[in-house]
């Protein structure tokens, strides 16, 4: 998938060894004038993004979830997913099991 080809991306943070890789990606994806917003239900400060709790609060359409990490709030995210129809799911490695890919795609 070409991320770059969407304009909206949300990033999902759940485990606070992440936050420095997230910082790097949110950089590198607004230095190219993408909207990004981060979902992260343990409320990390997330310096350089708009933070939601879900998905579901976040005020425009996503284009792109982006998880970050293999936690059970992935299971939650797909849920919202698959509710607000969002079709574009990115995985960073180490972040999906088979469980989780299965739910993706019924997603």
Known sequence: ??????????IVIDDE???YKVHQIIDMLKSKE??????NKNNYNIVN???????KDVPHNIDVVIITSLS????DILDEIELLDIKNIWFEK????ESILKKSKRA
Do not use: D
């Not at 993408?34 to 979902?39: F, G, S």
């Not at 993004?49 to 998905?55: D, K, V």
């Open 1 to 10: 998938m070409n991320l770059l080809k969407y304009h909206s991306l949300a």
């Open 17 to 19: 060894k992440e936050i």
């Open 34 to 39: 993408y909207k990004v917003v981060c979902i």
């Open 49 to 55: 993004a708009q933070t939601y709790e879900s998905l």
């Open 72 to 75: 059970l709030q992935a299971y």
């Open 94 to 97: 180490g972040s999906y099991n």
